[in-house]
């Protein structure tokens, strides 16, 4: 018998939002969460707008020690145990006193791109002075990419696997499909999911650097990010964090928790850089492959799925990204899924996109609305040809939602795709 | 620079206090007190506790100092230690 597994708790640190309610409202009402920044502008970046979560009213000490915050400069990590705290504190689960026994049922499975950059880089200036005696006992622990799920784990007391994922922009995806699994598999009652990015010039230049990034919008920064448009000229990098507390239903349904909705299933895969598919392009049948893998691992079919969140970055590749879809489901016109792209509000989080975008795509299903779009509202003509312009809504629609797919696709041309459903007793 | 006995006593406690984990106060702090056993502070953590120290009091402690460093007294006898030999 495998497990049912549900999502019973959600946190996030985004852009334009940090904690549920506050990103709940700004999806929902369209708030973006791209800004100018100066720093950029100084340090002759051609795209000066990134999203960065404002964490200035946030007390640090309801989340860390006074120790770990001595010193602590990796702002992917901070923005990780916020968003998995916040996820745990909303699933109605205790932090374990530092005296207890470990919680044997309860894992970690949170993954990053690169974790601590400005840490990093303040070691790097140490140790080339000769000074490698003077950097502190937590370089280490602040810059290892399983720092993130490391210090969750030792803040709740977490006794089962306690581990970082990393696959590009698909690392939030994929985390949540891989503590799935491991729940359906019965090795785990509870895990927390989800992924983290950090913020600044360090990790955003390299993208700078290869021309991917709009360079046309420093002085309109919330019009930057352009999903599905005419005018998409790039992805507005950003940061943060997204997390949710996946739990078995016997598990969830024993503890009274809330649930926000089910996974259903899904699917991960790579195009193997074969086929059109490089270290940058997805292989597009191997994109249509994943969608149909997850939709059969679900145990639905194509027309059951309402909405889809895509991965939808602002490029020119978008209408690639809808045909793909398109061809996986075979739907198009106005049998075509709603379809919408969070990245118009808060910009492409990398690492973090898909933890972030999956809270986002669960509190639609709890709300049964599919939040509007941002900045698509000249849709590109490619895209209209393949579907109605009426799935891409501009606004905020209340809309039954039985199940939702969202993917996520990254560099490597690896992909992942997972399905939500309407949790129904 | 030079300090009374006092003064090394309260400059070090301030330092080692800003390492206590959150459930244990200041007033736990004693001459005698081991860090690691007695304070609970992480082993880690007494490397950043070198480094502080060595701000404070404008010295530099070798490898060999901090493996005798156990209690707040090993500290400040290394301390004058290393102020005298300036």
């Known amino acids: ?294 939709i059969i691992n679900s145990g639905i079919s194509t027309k059951d799925i309402d909405a889809i969140n895509g991965h939808l970055t602002a490029t020119s590749k978008d209408a690639t990204e809808i045909k793909n879809w398109s061809k996986a489901l075979e739907r198009s016109g106005s049998d075509f899924p709603y379809i919408n792209s969070f990245k118009g509000h808060f910009g492409h989080c990398l690492a973090a996109a898909g933890s972030i975008e999956c809270v986002g795509t669960l509190l639609q299903l709890k709300q049964q609305k599919v939040f509007g779009n941002l900045n698509s509202e000249d849709l590109h003509p490619e895209i209209n040809q393949i579907i109605a312009a009426n799935k891409v809504p501009q606004e905020t629609i209340p809309y039954p939602l039985h199940s939702i797919a969202k993917a996520s696709f990254g560099f490597g041309d690896v992909n992942a795709c997972v399905i939500f459903g309407n949790y129904i007793n | 620079m030079s300090f009374t006995e006092e003064e090394k006593y309260q400059k070090l406690k301030t330092i080692v206090a800003s390492y206590l984990p959150d459930d244990v106060t200041a007033d736990a702090i004693q001459m005698e007190s081991n860090f690691t056993t007695a304070l609970n502070i992480n082993s880690a953590n007494l490397v950043d506790i070198v480094l502080d120290v060595e701000d404070a009091f404008d010295i530099m402690l070798e490898n060999e100092d901090m493996d005798g460093m156990l209690t707040v007294k090993d500290a400040l006898l290394i301390i004058d230690k290393k102020i005298a030999e300036k």
């Open chain 1, 1 to 294: 018998m495998k497990n049912r597994v549900v999502v019973t708790g959600l946190g996030v640190c985004a852009p334009n939002g940090v904690g549920i309610s506050a990103f709940a409202k700004a999806l929902e009402e369209g708030k973006s969460g791209i800004r100018h920044f100066t720093e950029l502008e100084q340090l002759n970046f051609s795209c000066q707008v990134a999203g960065k979560p404002n964490i200035k009213n946030i007390n640090l000490n309801n989340y860390f020690s006074n120790v770990q915050l001595k010193g602590l400069d990796s702002s992917g990590l901070i923005y990780g145990v916020i968003a998995g705290l916040d996820a745990w504190k909303d699933a109605s689960l205790e932090k374990g006193n530092s005296n207890d026994a470990p919680d044997w049922d309860s894992g970690i499975l949170f993954g990053t791109g690169i974790l601590g950059v400005d840490k990093f880089r303040e070691s790097i200036y140490k140790v080339d002075e000769g000074n490698v005696r003077r950097l502190g006992s937590t370089s280490v622990i602040q810059t290892m990419a399983s720092g993130i799920s490391a210090y969750l784990g030792g803040i709740l007391g977490c006794g089962n696997q306690v581990t970082t994922n990393s696959s590009a922009c698909t690392t939030g995806t994929e985390a949540i499909l891989m503590g799935f699994e491991r729940i359906k598999a019965g090795k785990v009652k509870r895990m927390l999911v989800g992924s983290c990015s950090d913020s600044g010039p360090y990790v955003w230049g390299g993208f700078d650097a290869m021309r991917i990034l709009p360079r046309k919008y420093n002085d309109n920064p919330q019009a930057a990010s352009r999903p599905m448009s005419a005018a998409a000229s790039g992805f507005v990098p950003g940061s943060g964090a997204g997390a949710l507390v996946l739990e078995s239903l016997e598990s969830a349904l024993e503890r009274g928790a809330t649930i926000y909705g089910e996974v259903l299933g899904g699917a991960v895969n790579s195009g193997g850089q074969r086929s059109g598919g490089s270290m940058t392009a997805p292989n597009n049948e191997a994109v249509q492959r994943c969608i149909r893998e997850a």
